[in-house]
C-alpha cells in the first residue's frame, strides 16, 4: 500500500521450485496526496480504507493462503499513524505491517538482486513517498539513505502549478542536491544502478514509446539513459500538467506527479555519475515474495539468475530436458573448437546466449511443430529472461528463430543490436556475424541430435581455407546425424565462407 | 511413401488423451517420376531406397516404438511391384504395407472428419499418382472413387513442356471429365468438399499470398474457390515451368506438377458442383495415427471435434479448468439473458465462439500475467482450432485478445471477417457488433469469476431503454465481483448503448 500506488499481486508457487505472478489489482490510491502537518488525509484514508477493504475481500474469495499486507513512507512518516493503520487494516482484518525504512530497503534490494544480475552497484527506489539508495556490495546490501522525496511529495512541494516553471525544476534540483550532499558513497561513484518503482517503469515506458522501440512494453532490463529522462522532463515540463497524459505511455493517474519523479532520479544519477539507469520491473513486493519463496535460504537469492531465467521457461514451455542439454553440450563444443582454430574469438557473453538458445530452442514445438521457430521466438521474447540485456534476450529470441529453416537474419531486432554495438562490442563481425556464427553452432548441435537419442557424443572441428571438416564420436548408426547436419552446409558457407565435411570418427 | 513426396511423422500421445505432432522429414522424391510399362524407373527406386533408410535409422536412433510405414498408388499400381517394395523396405528392415485404394481412402477419410466437422459430403484426396474422392454420409465412409489421375502422372502425359499450352490443359480437363463420367454420385451433388494433399495445401499457401491473407500459413480450415484455382491455373500457365517457383507459396520440388494437379482439382470441383474447397492439413498419415490413438473405438471417431481443439489448448496452456468453466457458465448465461430480453438473436455458432473463448481465455497468462490477453490471442491462432472455421477463428482469438484491457477491436483480423461477412452473416450488427457483444459477457463474467472461487452462481438480466441490470446470485461477499463487474461499464456502453447497475439478489 504505497504512498501513490496500492497493488496486490498474487504469486502461485512452490516453495523452491517455480513460481508465476496470477493476478493483479492496482489504485491509484494517492495516500500521500494533500498530507499535512496532521498527518494524511481524511479523503486520502477513505480512498484507502476502501481499496484495503476490497483487498482483503478478494483475498478471503480466492483463498489466498499467505497474505503479506505492508505499507511505506506515508503512514510511516504520517503524524495520524494510528488513524491510518486502522483505514488500512480494514480494522483489524488485514494485519499490516508498517515498513522501517531498513525493511523497505530490503524489501526493495531483494527485489532488485533476484531479477538482474547485479553484483555490486546501487538501487534506486523512488516512490510517492520517499526515494531510497541501496548500496549493492557482492551482491548483498550495503549503505542504504532514505529521503522524503517521493513523486507525490515533490509535486505538491515544487511543482503543484498547472505550469512548471524552470526555477521551480532547478529549485527542486537544488533541494534533491542538498538532501544527498553528505552522502559520500554515493556522490560520483558511477558503475551499475538498478531502478524500481512505478514513476520509473513510467519514464522507461514513454521513452520507448518516443523512440519506436522494438521491445516495447519490455520494461525489466531496459536501460534508460539520464539523457533520455532529461528530454522527458522537457516534454513533460513543456505541457500543463493536466495535458501531460497525452504523452504515449503516460497514463493519466500519473500524469501529474511524474514530473517531480523524472527531476528526482535525474539529479539522483547526476549525483551518482551514473549516465544511465537500468529498469527493474520488479521490487518491493516481489522482495517479499522472495522471502517466502526461497525460505530458508538466508539471505534469500537466487544463486544464478540467468539460469533460473532459461529453466523457468524450460519448465513452464515444457522442453525436453535431455535433448536440449544434449544440444548445448554439442554447440557448445563446436563454439569452443572454433575457437581453438582462431575461426572466433570466444567470449563468455556468447556462449551463455549459445546455451540459453539451446536450451530453448524448441520451445514453440507447444504452440506447433509447424513454424516452432517462430513461436519459439515470440515465446522467449514475451515472457522475457531476467537477468539478460535486452540485447542478449534479443539475440537469444533470433537464435530460437534462426535455429531451423531459412538464413538467420537480425530483423526485426536489428534496432536493439545496433544501438547496443554503438556502444561498443567485443566481436570483430558485427551482430550479424555473432548471430550466423552462433546460429551455425546450434543448428548443426540440433541436426547432429536429430534422433534425440544422444548418439553424437562429441565432435572435433579441422579448418582449411576453403573447408570446415566436422568430426563426430558416435555411438549406434549415425546415418540420420550425417544427413542432418549435411542440411547446414549453406550456414556454414555464409559464416565461415568454408564447405562443410563431415566425418564418423574411429 | 507417396507417389511425389514422403513423409515421416512422429506423433508423440497418450492413448485417449492429447497428442501432438514432435517431429517430421520430408523428401520430394518423386517416385512415380519417369515410370512406365515396365513399372518404377530405377532412379527413382534409388531415391526411395535412399530416404527409406534414412526413415529407418532415424526410427532406431530415435526410439519410435511403433512404426507404420505405408506406399500407395505409384508401388500398387507398379509393374515392378516386388521390386519397388525391396527398395523401400531397405531389403526388410521396414515393414512396408502397400495400401489398397479403399484403405487409402479410408485413411484419407479419417483424417478429414477427425480434424473437421465434415458430416456430410466428400473428402477429395490428391496424391501425386492418383486421386480419391470419398463420399462422406453421417461422419461415415460411402462411396469411394480412385482414379490414377495424380498430379505427378498427370504433368507427364499432358503438361511435361516448359510451356503450358491452353490446349493441353483443356486436353487434361477433358480426361478428368471422362474418367469421372459415370460417377453419379459425385455429379452436381454441390455441398461441402474437404481438400487433402500437397497439392492442394500448395495451392491454398499460393492463394492466400497472392491475396495478402492475414492468417498467411493457417491452412487447414481454409476456404480456396474454385475460381481461385482458376486464377492461379492461369498464373502458373502463363510462366514456363522452370520459373514457376517464382510464384509466392510455389516450392521448387512442386513447380512443375502442381499445374496439372490444379486443373484436375478444379475439374473435380466443377463436376461435383462444388465452388470452393475446404483445405485439411491433415490426411492420410493422421488417419493411420488416429486409427492407434482412437483404438479401441470403432470407427476411431473424435466424437466432437470442436471441443477436443479447445480442450486440447487448455490442456497445451495449463488453463484453470474449474475458472475456465465457471466462467463459460456465467458468460453463457449473460448471453442467453441478452436474447431473452430480445437485445439480441441467439445464434448457435456465436454462442459456441463464446464457450472456445470462455475456455482460453487465460490461455496467455503461461507466457506472462502482463499482457496475456495478447499472449493469448497470439497462442490461439498459431495453435489453431481444427473444426472451427477461419473466421471463427479469428473471433475465438479477438475476444480472448479483448477479454481485458480496451475497447476489443477487429483489427487486425478484420479481412477476415468482412470477407465472410461479404458472404452473409446472421447477426444484423456486423462483425464488430458481434464481438462487442461477445467480449461484454465474456468480460463481465470474468470479472464476476476474479476471486476464481466460483462465489457467483448465476445471474438474471433486465433490461430499460438505457440501463442493463445485471443481478447474480452469490454465496459468501460478492463485494470483489461487484466491484470488478462495475469495471466493465464501458463496454456495456459500447455494446448495448446501456449504462451498467449491478445488484444482489436477495
Redesign the interface.
Known sequence: MGSNTFRLVVFRYRPGGSF?????IRHAVRLSGGAGPRGLHPDALERAGHAA??YR??C????VDDVAAVTTSAVRDGANRDEALAALSVDGALEVRVLSVEEEAWYGYLGAVNSTTLVDGHVLDLGGGSVQVSQVAGRRLGEVVSRPLGAVRMTERFLSDERASRSDIRALRRHVGRELDELEWLTGTGGRMVGIGGTIRTLASMYQRSVRYPLM?ELHGYHLSREGIDELIDTMAALPASERSRIPGLKQDRADITLAGAVVISSVLERAGVEAIEICSQGLREGIFYERFLSPAAPPLIPDIRRQSVMNLVD?YRCDLPHVEHVCLLALAMYDELARLGLHVSDPSEREMLWAAGMLHDAG???????HHK?GY??VL???LPGYAHHELAMIALLVRGHRKGQPSLSPLEDILRRRTARGTRSDDGDEGTLLRLAMCLRIAEQLE????R?IRGLTLEATASELRLLVTAI??P???M?SAGLETPIVQSALGRRLELAVAG
Open positions: 508465476q505472478l496470477v493476478d493483479e477493504n476490497l475481500a478478494f478471503d474469495a480466492a483463498g512494453g513452464t514445438v507447444l504452440v506447433d511443430y509447424n513454424d513461436h515470440y515465446l514475451n515472457a522475457g536429430r534422433g534425440r537419442a548418439g549406434g548408426d546415418s540420420v546425424a544427413w
